[in-house]
């Protein structure tokens, strides 16, 4: 059964960092795309930093951009979201998601495996 299980999520004052990981089971992470995706209370699910299969291309929005980094271990079978520079605009559940069939990198619709999600939480 494919499952994704996030951790690493938390409270951090302003500043702070935090890295996420997405750890897979029941199927390996080598052919399939892999977001990270957030959803604040009352606001959308947004994407936030997408990486394809080999991890050759990344995507970014643009209120992270320069702060976090996304990379992947495949023999790990896992992913990362370092966080640094966290603002408390970045409050929210994260998600990761994965799926082999893309149109398009980092669209919240087009990604069809999800975890459960994290709470990030920044805060003086």
């Known amino acids: 059964q494919l499952q994704l299980v996030e951790s690493g999520g938390g409270l951090v004052q302003p500043g702070g960092s935090l890295r996420l990981s997405c750890a897979a089971s029941?199927?390996?992470?080598?052919?399939?795309?892999i977001g990270w995706f957030r959803q604040a209370p009352g606001k959308e699910r947004e994407g936030v930093s997408c990486i394809s299969s080999r991890g050759r291309t990344t995507d970014y929005a643009d209120s992270v951009k320069g702060r976090f980094t996304i990379s992947r271990d495949n023999a790990k079978n896992t992913v990362y979201l370092q966080m640094n520079n966290l603002k408390p605009e970045d409050t929210a559940v994260y998600y990761c998601a994965a799926d082999a069939r893309l149109s398009r990198l980092c669209a919240v619709s087009d990604y069809r495996y999800w975890g459960q999600g994290t709470q990030v939480t920044v805060s003086s």
């Open positions: 029941g199927f390996s992470l080598d052919y399939f795309a």
